[in-house]
């Protein structure tokens, strides 16, 4: 700690967008508008590459009525990249920010966002540039450290969890098996989120299958075949990281003519081959008929509306925060947000180290996941506050008429 | 027409569900309630095979609040069924008939559905038997004859455009080709109502293909291109049911050991089969290495909240107009919706004969598609109204800082 360096401010945009990120970004840019210490303060396009390639935008030039719709549209407003920077280019970095007397750098994103400012801070130690380099955290995928929970995770639990009460209900008219595949490749967050709208003991889903736990197919079909004898139907959850004991992606357990990319990386995303290969698997060894799946793919983390307002209002203040810090004088951090109650939830935010956060990331603690196909009351206990209040589904009491 | 019998009601929903199809079997219930000759109000559960194994439900017993909420809850509240009858089957649904004291039949789906009440209806007049039947159109795919457009249609067409809404952002901010493939084999109206969200002349998507034209990957290959280069990026919607001259699934053409079902099918729905395919089209065909899809699969059809008002108002009012049609003495028909202006909005009701809505299903006019790869204004200007009043979406104005 010290004093805050006086100057102007980037703020960046990095990784998958969210369904609240641009609250993130203009919490930032309201909040450092009460600071004289920050001059200025400029938008990168895509992250990093807008600072290498100078495309920078003045945020102090945009109305307050069009800022407050964009922080209730999805997708990043700066646009976004992937992309960590090199010592190379930490150099041209830096000449444009003495270029542009830029002295605060707040890059929203995940872990990888996180590293990128610390390595940015770290170079900047080394020119002995006065500097402040700040992440604000923000992942769908809530596999961030140090915080209870990451902005964007809630709305995008909140679609998925919303995604499982209309198919629980579109599945309990035209019974059959169905599985919903969820984003995730190593963290289970979201997918354990499809049970957060579930009322009645017979909603699906009925089975939810996480990385966190191997994935074994004769199990899931045993599972399967017990849900559906009970329910006379079965809503199923799975991640798209599911994998086998040695830790290989279960598509290519069950399939060894699967498609890969350019990089040799199995298109795990986006794409229907998890699901199709899982319904093929029941329709080949259980005797369903009706099997169906669906890939929620993009429309989880970016569908208009569909926004959690804890994690709106929590998105907000992580930049907001971030801002706070700095001209208190910290020189380096992300914001970590800690749950003080859960009944009533209450939390308060705190700054940690960059390092801390940077790099590694986390999966669902243990007593999150109930055996090795469902998630625990401890986890709902968790998502329930960050997803917000869910609507509320009708059922008929279907009162029988007498049989003549 | 002549006078109204007296005895119960019977109601079913069938085929695939909607956001609003509870609106439709609500209108009808509390409407019915106003005249006497409709002494009782029963449920058929999953439809015909309710009438058919006498499993009514006593739809009277039900509590105000409780059909209130049902009237916002996605699917059917009755479940569904997807099933014609035979003769054989008629003369059981009779006999229940005659033993319940049913003069109404009720039956809320699409074309399947009239074509069930019309053979329903035609026993029923060999029978002498005294009775009224009436279909109530319900479909997301918006192909049923003589009504302007179908409920279930506004509300499914408002999911798809918030849809691309958000993935049109997500691909601004992480630019490559993006494709949605929509639901709809042979019409392509929902698919079309992909361009309903859009706002700004680069908005997405960029290119639209429904199965109302023919698919030549070669131009599709062009078109990606050109689109490319101009926007350096590109949005598509494909609808599920594209296909080539012949009219085979392009999916076929393009990929020859597809995946068949047990009667010899081509899985469309619900799989990413079409999307990883033309994804993969791109990547062989054009130099761009960020290509994804997604499939919506039976997200669109029944997610909460995703309502459009016009759509609910009107598909509680086709429920309504069936009653009194059918109190007013008519003894069969299907309502149709008729639009008298679209600046303002203004539909009346018609009741039609179910021959007309039966069996034969409509595509889009030729008026609503542009070239082979976009829809119209005149499109624009149909669905809008439809689908509702969509969320805005703000954008930074990108006030650029002077290179230095």
Do not use: W
Request: hydrophobic letters at 40%.
């Amino acid at each position: 700690m010290g004093s805050a360096y006086s100057g102007a401010a980037v703020i960046g945009q990095s990784g998958g967008p969210t369904n609240v990120i641009n609250q993130s970004l203009i919490g930032a840019l309201l909040e450092a508008s009460k600071y004289s210490v920050i001059t200025d303060f400029y938008g990168a396009l895509n992250g990093v590459v807008g600072i290498l390639k100078e495309n920078l935008v003045n945020l102090r030039a945009e109305n307050l009525d069009n800022l407050e719709l964009i922080t209730r549209t999805p997708s990043s407003a700066l646009r976004s990249v992937r992309k960590k920077v090199t010592k190379d280019e930490c150099k041209v970095i830096f000449e444009n920010f003495r270029k542009h007397g830029v002295r605060y750098f707040f890059y929203i994103g995940g872990n990888d966002s996180a590293e990128t400012a610390h390595i940015i801070n770290e170079f900047a130690k080394d020119a002995q540039y006065e500097f402040h380099a700040f992440h604000i955290p923000k992942t769908i995928d809530n596999d961030l450290r140090e915080t209870d929970h990451c902005p964007g995770y809630g709305s995008a639990a909140r679609f998925v969890a919303m995604a499982f009460m209309g198919a629980n209900l579109d599945n309990l008219s035209l019974p059959g098996v169905y599985i919903g595949v969820v984003m995730g490749r190593h963290a289970g967050f979201l997918t354990a989120a499809s049970i957060l709208g579930k009322t009645r003991k017979d909603d699906g889903p009925h089975l939810i299958y996480v990385p966190e736990t191997v994935f074994e197919p004769e199990k899931f079909l045993a599972d399967v075949e017990q849900a559906y004898k009970k329910y006379g139907r079965c809503v199923i959850a799975v991640s798209e990281g599911v994998h086998d004991k040695a830790g290989n992606p279960i598509l290519l357990t069950l399939k060894k003519d699967v498609e890969k990319d350019d990089h040799g990386n199995i298109q795990l995303s986006g794409t229907g081959a998890l699901g199709d290969t899982l319904s093929q698997l029941i329709r080949d060894n259980l005797k369903i008929s009706r099997v169906r799946s669906d890939t929620f793919g993009y429309l989880q983390r970016c569908f208009p509306t569909i926004v959690s307002e804890t994690d709106a209002i929590e998105a907000r203040r992580v930049g907001e925060e971030a801002v706070r810090a700095a001209v208190g004088g910290r020189y380096e951090g992300s914001v970590a947000i800690r749950r003080v109650s859960n009944d009533p939830y209450r939390v308060i935010y705190e700054v940690v180290d960059l390092k801390k956060v940077a790099k590694h990331t986390i999966a669902m603690p243990k007593e999150f996941i109930e055996g090795n196909n469902y998630v625990s009351d401890r986890f709902i206990q968790y998502a329930k506050p960050l997803a917000g209040v869910l609507p509320q589904m009708g059922r008929l009491q279907n009162v029988s008429i007498t049989k003549m």
